[in-house]
Each structure stands twice: as structure tokens, then as C-alpha cells.
């Protein structure tokens, strides 16, 4: 694996997170969105990643420094690609965005770079004749906070070059990822296929009045000793995110519930500016919310 020069497609909060964290392991890293404005808010939640890698990461001021250094931005796909051994593409999970983001990229990039999509709901077959090197193309999938949840789930599609998933695999595991093989296509991946079940759940139990947050994710972290229940999950995933999901399920389905789920994030969550933890407030508020209150799962 002679990966160099990482460019980070698409500058939003997981985008910005992979860009830092390569950044930090030593990589040069190009970081493309497609105007000033994206870029300047991704520079913003980079800044704001710093002070969380020195307290959790216990990382020096002169370690964030050095990896906000090896970052460069980019609104030209051209420039931001022209050195690039492999592209990290983190767009929005919208297919024809995507699509068309890789019949641009397959035309710019050089004939080395490896291209690896970072949806977590997506397979990369849906894309793999539109990046013009189906070979080349697989999936790479990171969980938010990417620094403390530390995976990398990598997929293949049936036409990726088995090489090409081993250096991804490495790759991986160079910026300080355990790296997760995938040799068949899921929806979900293996993430999202065990952790999405369970937040549906707990938000049918609280639309159909079952039981309140609190009570929901008490229920489960005390009966599985996870340190979160699904709604501080929820909040960490983000409310909007929530929102898209069972807004694009009720529509499928014409389901009555989810519609009502829906509109109940809307108006209680959404409408009000409680989007999780990226706001201070979303199912609980931040910092210090109360699930961690130490009295949280007693009696």
C-alpha cells in the first residue's frame, strides 16, 4: 500500500471527520466540496476537532496543528484529485448526486487513483459503471466521531480487484481504523444492518406512547450494559439524519406510524434546533446530559 495523497470528496461533519483523522495519521489530504462556503464550514469543524482529539485522544496542540497543516481545500474536482492515490467520496446519499459526482471524477482523476465510497446505506455496484473503473471502486465506510468509534467497513462489489480491497484494508488500518472486511454487498453493512433495527424500534416505542426517552434507553443499557441507548445514539447520528430516513420510509409504505414519527421529529425536534448533539440539544441536552448522570440507572 503506497498511499500518499488522500482527497476527501464532499466536506460535511462524517467528510470533514475522515479528512482530519487521515490527516492526522500523517497522510497529505485534499479536502473538495463544491463552493468557498462548504469549504469554509468544513475548515470550522475542523477547528472544532482539535480540543476533542487532545482530550480523547490525549493528542498534543502541536500533533493537531501538524494534521491541520497536511489539509488542503479545494472547490476545483480537478485540482483536488490531480495527485490523489485513492478518493474517499462522502456526497450526499442522494444516487443521482453521487452518480454524477463519479462520471466527473472518472473523467478528472489519474489512472492510479482508487475510488472509495463512504454511504452507509448505498452498494457500490450502483455506482461501479459511472466511475468509469469498476476494478478500482469499493466501499469504505466510517461511523460518526470516527476517532473514538473506530471502524472501517470495507465492501467489495463483484467486480472489485482483490488487491485493490487488501490496500484499501491497510489503508484502513494506517489511520488508526480497525479495519472490518465485507466479501459480499449488504445493505447496512454490518454496522448499520445491526444498529438501525434497534433505533427503529425505539422510536415506534415512543411514538406509540410505550414509554418515554429516558426510560427507553435506560431499558437498554442496563439490560445490555451498552453505555448509550438508542436515542443518545440518535442524537450523536443527528435528528435531521433521523428525520430523512423515516420521512423516506413513510412515504415508501404509506405507513400511518412513521408518518407520525416523522412529523413529530419535525415539529418537536427539527422546527425547534434540537438536531442532537451537534446543537447541545436533541433527545438530551449537551454537555453533560443525563443518561451520564451517575443516579441514571438506579431505581
Keep these: 500500500m503506497n498511499y500518499k495523497n488522500i482527497t476527501v470528496a464532499g466536506s460535511g461533519v462524517l467528510g470533514s471527520q475522515i479528512a482530519f483523522q487521515t490527516a492526522f495519521h500523517g497522510f497529505q489530504v485534499s479536502v473538495y466540496d463544491i463552493n468557498d462556503e462548504a469549504l469554509d464550514q468544513a475548515k470550522e469543524r475542523i477547528e472544532k476537532l482539535k480540543p476533542r482529539y487532545q482530550k480523547d485522544l490525549n493528542a498534543t496542540q502541536e500533533q493537531v496543528d501538524e494534521a491541520q497543516n497536511r489539509l488542503s481545500f479545494y472547490s476545483d474536482l480537478a485540482e483536488a484529485v490531480k495527485e490523489a ?22 473523467d478528472v482523476a489519474p489512472e492510479k487513483t ?3 465510497s463512504n454511504s452507509s446505506t448505498l452498494l457500490p455496484s450502483q455506482f461501479a459503471d459511472a466511475t468509469g473503473r469498476p476494478e478500482k471502486f469499493l466501499a469504505l465506510h466510517f461511523a460518526n466521531e470516527i476517532w473514538l468509534n473506530n471502524t472501517a467497513e470495507v465492501m467489495k462489489h463483484a467486480g472489485t480487484d482483490m488487491n485493490v480491497f487488501d490496500e484499501v484494508l491497510d489503508f484502513a488500518k494506517a489511520i488508526g481504523m480497525v ?30 406512547g ?3 426517552v429516558e426510560t427507553i434507553d435506560k431499558t ?10 438508542p436515542f443518545a445514539i440518535l442524537d450523536v447520528v443527528g435528528i435531521t439524519t433521523a428525520y430523512n430516513i423515516v420521512k423516506a420510509k413513510a412515504e415508501a409504505t404509506g405507513n400511518d406510524e412513521l408518518k407520525q414519527l416523522a412529523n413529530l421529529l419535525k415539529t418537536e425536534y427539527i422546527d425547534k434546533g434540537k438536531l442532537g448533539t451537534a446543537t447541545g440539544e436533541g433527545f438530551y441536552t449537551y454537555p453533560n446530559p443525563r443518561f451520564e448522570d451517575p443516579d441514571f440507572l438506579k431505581g
Excluded: C
Aim: glycine share 6%; aromatic share 8%.
Design 220 to 229: 437498554w443499557m442496563i439490560a445490555t450494559g451498552a453505555p448509550k441507548g
Design 179 to 208: 479495519a472490518l472486511p465485507l466479501h459480499k454487498e449488504q445493505p447496512g453493512y454490518i454496522l448499520n444492518s445491526l444498529l438501525v433495527p434497534l433505533l427503529d424500534a425505539a422510536e415506534i416505542l415512543l411514538v406509540r
Design 114 to 116: 482508487i475510488f472509495a
Design 210 to 212: 410505550v414509554a418515554d
Design 85 to 106: 492515490d485513492l478518493v474517499i467520496e462522502a456526497v450526499p446519499e442522494v444516487v443521482p448526486i453521487k452518480t454524477e459526482f463519479y462520471n466527473k471524477l472518472g
